[in-house]
């Protein structure tokens, strides 16, 4: 047998073996076993080498594989997320301008930090002032705490907080807020920022101003789920209060206080007041009893013990009253955290 | 009938843990790797012959598997398509490590148990008893000589040689994970078959 049929032989063989062969090749190699024994003791040991190898035992994978697989990947990804791929750009320019840069780095920071050192001895002393708080008239002014701030050049200003609409229709909401600002000519004090998840406002003016500005947004609070007002703490997290469930009134209520202290006591009194829901905090008198129809007693306001002047701007002042801002957050309600 | 709804509704199932581990599910990720654990871990131990090699190199399959799953556009099964990342992966490693490091055969020959199950693997093999392979292939001895011979065989013949003989893939599926000609594969498996038998004859006769 030469090699040229010997090849021929082990492709019928191997074929054979895997069912590869059609009837003419099967005939062939049936023919050719029957007359010779070496191809037939070939075939046959063949055969019994690709049993044996199919019979070989299935290895289990070792226990735990799933998990470590998965934690891999989460390391990876959080990997991945923290360190950005490093530019692949290693010419002889980039490297040229990153020598360059870290020259003038290491020239411009001793330069600069010797400027501050002078700047420190040569400027004159500047006397401390403290930012003092809104307050009724006839009062002494208190040291700027929670809820406070001051609007650079225009005195100070109270820091309402932020008031947070959860919906499900962002757009209409933010298009009313925007009419609002811009029906109350606030463009210029008012700030926004979009980001992927949240639209926020930043609006400053005038006591009144702002009133109206919630009037004209009480629509508003029909497209949002979970109104909520949060009053930070400043440095005192403890201090910080959260309205939920806030109402157009009650957030005009809080925007008619007149400082700080005032404007805490009434948020925290609102918090307790919505968390236990009015019908568990209202006491109902009917209609027979009162002569004028059905009653809703609602429980007393806190009061500042010191407090001999009225503590809420009148709701009909002439004035335009003090400055104040809000931050107004429009939210989708998958990003709510 | 029943086989075949069977198989589809696996088919269906398979392709559901795929469109959610592409959306990032981890909990189908997970389903698809308890799936196929196994069979990888299997083909790819007979390849590169040491267990805790075989492990690291399973799970980190899984891995680039399951980083690149949005790539996978199902013109091959996944299974086909997993084993050519877990194959590629582990001759790669075994290029890097070197030549295997395989014991030689007779090194742990010389014992009772090894010899007895020598003389029955050469008496089937050679075709001059009748045996039963299912109990040999148990036989922890007689594995143990066939696994060696395995493992000293050239790479790309072990390969071609556990994928179809151990793992049963055909020639088309070996081809696209190999990514070679379809001839190359048949031309290696022959290869493959007559080296595997004349090691063995070697250490049997």
Excluded at chain 1, 13 to 29: A, K, P, Y
Excluded at chain 1, 232 to 240: K, M, Q, V
Excluded at chain 2, 41 to 64: G, H, R, W
Aim: charged residues 25%; hydrophobic residues 40%.
């Amino acid at each position: 047998m030469n090699e040229q049929e010997r090849e021929h032989v082990d492709s019928l063989i191997h074929g054979f073996l895997d069912g590869q062969l059609n009837e003419r090749q099967q005939t062939e190699l049936k023919r050719l076993a029957q007359h010779n024994p070496f191809i037939r003791k070939d075939l046959h040991a063949l055969f019994r080498q690709k049993e044996l190898l199919g019979f070989l035992p299935i290895e289990k994978a070792p226990n735990g594989l799933k998990e470590e697989v998965l934690a891999r990947l989460e390391r990876r990804l959080i990997l991945s997320m923290e360190s950005p791929r490093p530019s692949v750009r290693t010419g002889r320019f980039v490297l040229l301008v990153r020598w360059v840069s870290a020259a003038a780095a290491m020239v411009m920071l001793p330069l600069a930090i010797l400027g501050l050192l002078v700047l420190q001895i040569v400027k004159p002393p500047e006397p401390k002032t403290v930012p003092v708080a809104l307050t009724a008239p006839g009062q002494t002014a208190e040291p700027l705490q929670a809820g406070e701030g001051t609007a650079s050049g225009e005195g100070p200003v109270l820091v309402l907080g932020t008031l947070t609409f959860l919906t499900e229709h962002p757009i209409p909401l933010n298009e009313s807020i925007k009419k609002a600002v811009v029906a109350h000519k606030l463009l210029s004090s008012a700030s926004s920022e979009r980001f992927e998840d949240r639209a926020v406002y930043r609006i400053q003016c005038s006591q009144r101003q702002m009133l109206s500005l919630i009037q004209m947004l009480r629509p508003v609070w029909e497209l949002s789920s979970k109104p909520q007002f949060v009053l930070a703490g400043g440095e005192s997290p403890a201090r910080t209060v959260v309205v939920e469930g806030i109402r157009p009134e009650q957030m005009e209520k809080l925007i008619r206080q007149s400082s700080p202290s005032r404007l805490q006591m009434t948020a925290s009194h609102l918090e307790r007041l919505n968390r236990r829901g009015l019908s568990d905090v209202a006491i109902r008198v009917p209609a027979e009893e009162t002569g004028e129809g059905e009653r809703i007693l609602l429980p007393a306001e806190p009061r500042l013990a010191w407090e001999k002047e009225p503590t809420e701007l009148p709701g009909g002042m002439t004035a335009d009253g003090p400055a104040v801002v809000l931050v107004i957050e429009v939210r989708s309600p998958s990003e709510k955290k | 009938m029943k086989d075949s709804s069977a198989f589809q509704s696996k088919t269906l199932e398979e392709e559901l843990l795929i469109k959610q581990s592409q959306r990032g599910d981890l909990e189908a990720a997970g389903l698809l790797i308890v799936r196929y654990q196994d069979r990888l871990y299997n083909t790819i131990l007979k390849i590169c012959s040491n267990p805790d090699d075989a492990a690291e190199l399973a799970q980190e399959t899984f891995v680039k598997a399951l980083e690149k799953i949005t790539d996978f556009k199902g013109k091959s099964s996944f299974y086909t398509w997993l084993f050519r990342i877990g194959v590629n992966l582990t001759l790669n490693f075994c290029k890097r490590r070197g030549r295997l490091s395989m014991h030689s055969i007779d090194a742990s020959m010389g014992t009772e148990e090894t010899d007895r199950a020598s003389a029955r693997l050469a008496g089937y093999l050679m075709c001059r008893e009748k045996a039963d392979p299912a109990g040999l292939a148990q036989d922890k001895e007689a594995r143990e000589i066939v696994l060696k011979a395995l493992g000293r065989l050239e790479e790309e013949q072990r390969v071609v040689l556990v994928l179809r003989d151990i793992e049963g893939l055909s020639y088309q599926e070996i081809a696209e994970i190999l990514d070679i000609e379809l001839g190359t594969v048949k031309s290696r498996i022959s290869r493959a078959r007559a080296g595997l038998r004349d090691l063995l004859e070697a250490v049997l006769a």
